[in-house]
């Protein structure tokens, strides 16, 4: 009788420590083996000094057309089939309820659901970045997103989770950019 609540117990430390773990492994793993992706960004909405220091990411596409027949409802995920294009920026081709067998895919959240369109929420809208660097990183990202060539943010997607690797202008990452700046 008394080693059911120690059993119990220890059951909860275990699942305290695996759940966290098991999301911070499939996070490393998406950046190790998945498939890289670029994303135009779009302008993001001004800073918002209570979230602490991180560039608002948002990709330019916001939303993808649904399939003929195909029921979908706000805050429902589904699976979008990433194409990308002689230009090498990736672009949603195609929305399914059910994991696609084959290609590159990421599980999204959908917002506003209108005739044949639905509204998007991608799985990522931070790149939080150094406290001290901030500054500098607020005013380049500001300079160059509403430029012709804009900001492209680069995704690792793997079995349809998307984590953003980082940010590049003209092919330069931004790490790269934001140190000669700094210098």
């Known amino acids: 009788m008394k080693t059911l609540p120690l059993f119990i117990f220890g059951l909860a430390a275990i699942a305290q420590w695996a759940v966290p ?13 998945g498939t890289l992706i670029k994303l135009k960004c779009a ?40 194409t ?5 920026l990736a672009t949603i081709t195609h929305v399914s309820l059910t994991p696609p067998a084959s290609g590159d895919f990421i599980r999204l959240k959908t917002g506003y659901v209108y005739d044949r369109k639905a509204t998007i929420q991608w799985p990522f809208d931070r790149f939080y970045i150094n406290e001290k660097l901030a500054p500098e990183a607020d005013k380049w990202f500001a300079e160059n997103i ?15 989770h998307a984590v953003l690797a980082d940010l590049s202008l003209d ?4 790490r790269e950019i934001l140190k000669e700046r700094v210098k």
Not at 84 to 88: F, L
């Open 21 to 33: 773990l098991a999301q911070i492994r499939a996070h490393e793993q998406t950046l190790a083996q």
């Open 43 to 82: 302008a993001p909405d001004p800073y918002d000094p209570l979230r602490g220091r991180f560039l608002a990411v948002r990709p330019e596409q916001r939303d993808a057309t649904l399939p003929e027949g195909m029921k979908v409802e706000r805050g429902m995920h589904v699976f979008a089939t990433l």
């Open 146 to 160: 509403r430029g012709t060539k804009g900001i492209i943010a680069e995704v690792r997607v793997l079995d349809g």
């Open 171 to 174: 092919g330069r990452p931004f």
């Open 84 to 88: 990308t294009g002689a230009d090498g």
